[in-house]
């Protein structure tokens, strides 16, 4: 009898995880994407089955059609774009919420302001020691994320305009391990999401005009659109299986779903 | 670790050879059941040898694409004015390019004019939206009149839309040589337009930290390993042994926090370094690894010394420290060298730990307070965020295969060792 049970229950588990949505990608957006699928599974409104790996993968099920929504912290890359075409498939493209960065130093660093060209100088290795924007007479010391995270690459695009990382650039597997060097290391400098940010570490004003003003990130000035360095977070599904996903996607769109964006710690649309 | 699996095939054994000598009475049914053993032994050996060789195969041909692919983006081209001189660049020359190192022509074999970059956001800026057009028919006119007008320019476009009539002069592709892959001195994977697969320092750095980690850990391993197998009492040793093998089981991520939080601060202090995580940090993370495998594998050899030999030995007149030195470590080196290659086989291919403590910069370690990035480090941050199939999927596995030519070539070696009749 017992045997039974356990092989009919066996049975439902699998047969609903078949019939729910699977999205899979990047792990930027998964805390986000999970709370979202939460509420909505909650409301009974359908079973989602949410799942991280970075947003390669997610792209990368999304041309198998092994899963049905990708999340995913940087844009389709044109590649993926034609892989997605060659099987005769479009994808469409949804932002979700945004997410800002900030630029933490140690908290004994008395600099406070820098310029998007002097932390382009840092980052590409131009500007090696504090003293040269301001500070005291120490040496550099830049983290960045891994090479593949989409962090790293808005960063490269969006502050360093396309040049590359200096090659000893001190690369770390996740945003806490950041926080925690950049805390126990004097001269260090590295850049996290804003949500993550703790009392270790001291947030740098940052100016976009070459100096006239600089701004603090916080949520209001980022909502405001004063601080520059904010990016998209996305989910992409198949244009064919827009009726099956559209639910939960106008769920995540609605101000409901956006409030929970802002509970989660990322920046709301609206 | 094997014991259980040595212990039932042992008991295995045993009956085989009971059954052989009660087969008196019947003798078919006794031989049916012997074959049959034998040919699941046979099969189970030779489906694992398979499966081995296939991932290793699999591993190899997915690497191997990398020498045929190009480092240019797929799907993307690179192209300069017709009346430009240079006929190609190498990987190294467009990243310099693009980042703004060398700006002008004369330094790559062109005549003496800046150059003038141009990525797709120009173009946009350039032309207006309507000269474009909506759903962009205009813009291979656009990119082909782009390139005419700017003698000094070099783009880089995607191909969709490079038209037929397209006016400028396409770089031909260069695909990754194995010199390049090898010799070179930069990893950039996801570098724009071309991406750098230079492996040297990564191949450098696990061996850094891997060589570091063995240096520590071996004195300690050993030291402790003959303590417990022949000075300490039996009390000391049925809690010691237990409390080490518990060390094998904590998650190699715990390792790398404790040795983000306490170690790296400790060696920044100790030597006044502005950085903490280095190979050395890496190292003693690893050590601290190796420990209980090498201590219990050594062990356990030492144990098996048989009484009779080490009581000779000290009825000879020997004291109990020569006893060790000259019969009890000669007796056990195969096992003592088994335990050595379990430990740098862990230290080499472990992951997690290593990437939370050594800093991950790609560059060439000149000290052990340097930086490092090791090759599975690279392998488990890069995997899972890039495209399937791309030039950077091809080179990771290539650095998977480098990894396992890395741990054979060390078991081969320590098999020549164990061989060695002068270390029996």
């Not at chain 1, 490269?156 to 945003?175: D, R």
């Not at chain 2, 001195?185 to 990564?202: C, D, N, R």
């Not at chain 2, 930290?209 to 850990?217: F, R």
């Not at chain 2, 062990?299 to 009890?328: F, N």
Request: include cysteine; proline fraction near 4%; charged fraction near 20%.
């Amino acid at each position: 009898m017992k045997r039974i049970v356990l092989f009919m229950s066996l049975m439902v588990v699998a047969f609903g995880s078949a019939m729910a949505q699977k999205v899979k990608g990047s792990d930027t957006c998964l805390p986000l994407v999970q709370k979202e699928a939460e509420v909505y599974m909650k409301e009974g409104k359908g079973k989602l089955t949410v799942t991280g790996g970075g947003s390669g993968i997610g792209f990368a099920a999304l041309i198998e059609g092994s899963t049905d929504i990708a999340m995913a912290s940087r844009a389709i890359k044109f590649d993926e774009k034609m892989k997605m075409q060659n099987g005769g498939r479009t994808a469409k493209q949804v932002v979700i919420a945004r997410d800002a960065l900030s630029i933490v130093v140690n908290p004994s660093n008395k600099v406070t302001n820098l310029t998007r060209e002097q932390l382009e100088g840092i980052f590409t290795g131009k500007i090696t020691n504090w003293k040269q924007v301001g500070g005291a007479d120490l040496a550099i010391v830049a983290y960045s994320r891994e090479t593949t995270s989409g962090t790293y690459e808005f960063f490269k695009e969006h502050v360093m305009k396309n040049k590359n990382y200096k090659s000893g650039i001190l690369s770390m597997p996740a945003t806490g391990a950041i926080i925690q060097s950049v805390s126990q290391t004097k001269g260090a400098i590295g850049y996290v999401g804003m949500a993550y940010v703790t009392k270790d570490v001291k947030e740098i004003h940052v100016s976009y005009d070459a100096g006239k003003t600089y701004v603090e990130p916080t949520v209001a000035n980022a909502k405001a659109g004063k601080y520059p360095i904010v990016r998209p977070l996305y989910l992409y599904y198949e244009v064919k299986s827009e009726k099956k996903v559209k639910p939960f996607i106008d769920f995540v769109l609605s101000a409901q779903g956006q409030k929970i964006v802002d509970q989660v710690g990322y920046l709301a649309l609206k | 670790m094997c014991h259980p699996f040595i212990k039932s095939s042992f008991s295995v054994f045993i009956s085989i050879i009971y059954l052989k000598k009660t087969a008196v009475f019947n003798k078919k049914k006794n031989r049916f059941l012997e074959t049959l053993i034998e040919w699941i032994f046979r099969f189970s050996g030779s489906i694992t040898t398979l499966v081995i060789l296939l991932i290793s195969i699999f591993l190899f041909t997915e690497g191997w694409g990398l020498f045929h692919s190009s480092t240019i983006e797929k799907g993307y081209v690179l192209c300069v004015n017709q009346e430009n001189k240079v006929a190609n660049l190498s990987p190294k020359q467009v990243k310099e390019i693009y980042d703004g190192n060398i700006t002008n022509w004369k330094e790559v074999g062109g005549s003496d004019a800046p150059i003038e970059i141009l990525r797709m956001d120009d173009i946009a800026s350039l032309y207006t939206e309507e000269e474009i057009g909506s759903n962009f028919e205009n813009l291979p006119a656009k990119l082909s009149e782009a390139m005419v007008q700017r003698k000094n320019a070099i783009g880089f476009f995607p191909q969709q839309f490079i038209g037929k009539d397209f006016k400028g002069r396409i770089l031909p592709p260069e695909t990754i040589s194995p010199s390049e892959y090898f010799g070179g001195k930069e990893w950039f994977p996801t570098a724009t337009p071309a991406a750098q697969f230079g492996v040297l320092p990564l191949i450098l750095g696990t061996l850094w930290v891997s060589i570091g980690a063995i240096l520590l850990a071996l004195p300690f391993g050993m030291a402790v390993s003959i303590y417990l197998a022949e000075i300490a009492g039996n009390r000391v040793r049925k809690i010691l042994k237990p409390l080490i093998e518990l060390l094998a089981g904590i998650p190699s991520v715990v390792y790398g926090f404790f040795g983000l939080v306490v170690i790296v601060p400790f060696i920044r202090n100790l030597f006044n370094l502005p950085v903490g995580e280095t190979a050395l940090a890496g190292s003693i993370v690893l050590a601290i690894m190796a420990l209980p495998t090498i201590i219990t594998v050594a062990e356990d050899a030492m144990r098996t010394t048989p009484v009779a030999m080490k009581e000779s030995s000290l009825a000879l007149g020997a004291t109990h420290w020569q006893t060790i030195y000259r019969v009890v470590i000669p007796y056990a080196s195969s096992g003592i060298m088994a335990a050595i290659v379990l430990g740098i086989g862990r230290a080499v291919g472990e992951t997690m730990a290593v990437l939370m403590v050594t800093g991950n910069a790609a560059v060439i370690p000149h000290s052990f307070t340097d930086p490092v990035r090791t090759i599975p480090a690279t392998i488990a941050a890069e995997l899972g965020e890039t495209a399937i199939g791309s030039a950077q999927y091809q080179a990771l596995f290539m650095l998977g295969a480098i990894l396992f030519l890395l741990t054979l070539v060390l078991s081969i070696w320590a098999e020549i060792i164990r061989k060695d009749p002068k270390v029996q």
